[in-house]
């Protein structure tokens, strides 16, 4: 199992010069206890991607947030439920349908300087599916996105 509360010390170590180039506070809440069943990399792959995206799409200045708490879903199953909250630029309510798509970018413009491919989120839905998990995102332009996932905390399968 993986211990959540280290693995985002150690994952936060490493995005931290990024985060300090731009002057972003990058923060996690993860309670001390929790341990969660899964693929270590591929965790590593979905929050590596996910905070880089809020690092990338916030201004100098801003904050960002990773929170784990465990709860039951409706089904009575154990979970983690996380967030990962940002303030930077938002992405518009037109485009927020089509963020999980291949190759998708908002808005080729404003994403350039990150060289990006359009990729990384769809990645992250994938590795998430493997986990029997599910993600959503709400956003509000200019003030920030909210990306939230629930993976079950044990896994009957290997992933
Ligand atoms: P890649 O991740 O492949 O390097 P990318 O960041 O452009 O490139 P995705 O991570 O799939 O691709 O994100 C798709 C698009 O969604 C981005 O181009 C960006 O416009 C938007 N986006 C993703 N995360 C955020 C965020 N936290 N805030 C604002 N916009 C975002
Ligand atoms: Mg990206």
Redesign the pocket.
Known sequence: PVHLSSFFDSLLETMSKVAEKKSITLSAEVPEELFMEGDEDKLRQIFL?LLS??I??THEGGNVKVRAVNRQNKDGEETVVFTVV?T????PRKDLPR?FERF????KAR?RS?G???????IVKHLVELHRGAISVESDLGIG?TFILELPLLQDNAI
């Not at 930077?88 to 992405?91: A, K, L, V």
């Not at 998708?104 to 808005?107: F, H, L």
């Not at 990006?116 to 769809?122: A, C, D, F, W």
Request: proline fraction near 0%; hydrophobic fraction near 30%.
């Open positions: 991607n995206n809020a990338n799409y940002d930077g630029m938002g992405i963020i998708y970018r908002v808005d994403s990150s990006g491919t359009g990729l990384g989120l769809s996105t």
